[in-house]
């Protein structure tokens, strides 16, 4: 369930404004997920901002106390969540939008847990959100991504992308998109297509 190889797959480019990066694995916390389970769709399969579950379904530890699941949101999530934000806002400040591209990768097999059993997976997904991506945005990597002759699709295996929380169907400044890939299996294969495909697209959007 970890996104192996982000660091090599996401090299820093000259092109971005910045990045914020996750110290530690999802294991621990899970920034991606809403806060709250009641809002969080995956909490039914005990991956919810705190995992209780592994991707075969195991026990991974037991439900947090209250008290214990506040620690945890204290201690990585909501400083998190607050980098992003004030990076987010430094970017509009300066150039009057922000594009965020969230980065992951994941195994070429599908895992258990995952809602998309599909055995064809393409080598990178574009996760989007109805309210904050721009069709241009999306068109931009696909464009690039096929041009290096590598196999991509939108919100397949994975859909969505990460919002800032603050600025969540509130604000149109901040677009997001998330770029995934199998790198688990493929890193080498992907690898300089990352690089390329993120300079691209983003060379494109400007």
């Known amino acids: 369930m970890t996104d192996a190889y982000t660091d090599e797959l996401f090299p820093v480019t000259s092109v971005e404004a910045g990045r914020?990066?996750?110290?530690?694995?999802r294991l621990v916390c899970d920034v991606e997920r809403f806060s709250s389970d009641d809002d969080?769709?995956?909490?039914?399969?005990?991956?919810?901002?705190?995992?209780?579950r592994t991707s075969l379904g195991e026990?991974?530890?037991?439900?947090?106390?209250?008290?214990?699941?506040?620690?945890?949101?204290?201690?990585?999530?909501?400083?998190?969540?607050l980098k992003l934000e004030r990076l987010v806002n430094e970017v509009i400040?300066?150039?009057?939008?922000?594009?965020?591209?969230?980065?992951h990768s994941f195994p070429s097999i599908a895992l258990p847990y995952e809602m998309d059993k599909s055995k064809a997976r393409p080598d990178i997904c574009i996760g989007t959100d109805l309210f904050h991506t721009l069709l241009f945005l999306s068109d931009a990597l696909i464009a690039a991504v096929k041009e290096l002759n590598f196999s991509v699709a939108v919100n397949v295996p994975f859909a969505g992308a990460l919002v800032s929380w603050v600025k969540r169907r509130t604000s149109l400044r901040p677009r997001e998109m998330s770029?995934?890939?199998?790198?688990?299996?493929?890193?080498?294969k992907?690898?300089?297509?990352?690089e390329n495909c993120l300079d691209n697209a983003s060379l494109a959007s400007n």
């Open 93 to 103: 400040a300066r150039a009057g939008q922000c594009i965020i591209i969230d980065c």
């Open 190 to 194: 992907n690898l300089k297509c990352r």
């Open 179 to 188: 770029a995934n890939n199998p790198g688990c299996v493929k890193k080498r």
């Open 59 to 81: 026990l991974l530890r037991s439900d947090p106390t209250p008290l214990e699941r506040q620690h945890i949101l204290d201690r990585w999530y909501w400083p998190h969540h």
């Open 40 to 52: 969080e769709p995956m909490a039914a399969h005990g991956m919810g901002v705190v995992y209780t």
């Open 20 to 25: 914020v990066v996750f110290p530690v694995s």
